[in-house]
């Protein structure tokens, strides 16, 4: 009589078409829905960025389904871009979800 061994088992996602759906569900589980500002939220965020002055500011953020919080200084505001700029990284003033300074 032979052992069959590991042959007789196969991973739960061994199937292709299984892990595709696996990932998928990864993804959507992980995905937040763009935020919606009020018009009283978006005003105290351009009154904010109107009055920076080189403070350490948190940025919350919406990029690519999720939400990404930045910790720095902005080095640079750009209104013709409608974007700034925190420690090299560039964000577009429209994603952002909330926005605190130290």
Known sequence: MSDRGMKKWLPFNSLVEQKQYLRQMKQDINKAEPPLLSEDQAEDINNILCNY?????????????????????????????????????????STITFLKIF
Do not use: P
């Open 53 to 93: 002055h080189g403070e350490v500011a948190e940025v919350h953020f919406y990029k690519k389904n999720k939400i990404f919080s930045v910790m720095g200084k902005i080095t640079k505001i750009d209104q013709n871009a409608h974007c700034i700029v925190v420690d090299n990284m560039l964000i577009n003033v």
